[in-house]
């Protein structure tokens, strides 16, 4: 059984800056794609960043510019660097990872860790 474990959330002033991290526990065979999605109060859950093996990297359009992902495919380790944070930044931020665990018949399935949550104040 793999499980995604994710750290670094909190409250932070506009402007400010938050770095979040993801790793997984359990014995992983291989890994697909891993990265982020968040969900606001009221909204649906959405992309933030992504990272398709081996470097292709997709942003959601309202953090381009002031996030960065980045990680490593090895270890199924995640990092979200979030720089001139808003307030509309405010959400339960999800690691999200498409693995195969080993043992599970080589099948790559998504997991999702338990969420994170980031609240920007104005």
Not at 37 to 53: K, S, W
Not at 60 to 81: E, H, N
Request: hydrophobic share 35%; aromatic share 12%.
């Amino acid at each position: 059984q793999v499980q995604l474990v994710e750290s670094g959330g909190g409250l932070v002033q506009a402007g400010g800056s938050l770095r979040l991290s993801c790793a997984a526990s359990g014995s992983v065979f291989s890994t697909n794609a891993m990265g982020w999605y968040r969900q606001g109060p009221g909204n649906e859950r959405e992309l933030v960043a992504l990272i398709t093996f081996p470097a292709k990297i997709k942003y959601g359009d309202s953090v381009k510019d002031r996030f960065t992902i980045s990680g490593d495919f090895a270890t199924t380790t995640v990092y979200l660097q979030m720089n001139s944070l808003k307030p509309e930044d405010t959400a339960v931020y999800y690691c999200y990872a498409d693995l195969a665990a080993t043992g599970d018949f080589e099948q790559f399935k998504d997991h999702w860790g338990q969420g994170t949550q980031v609240a920007v104040s104005s």
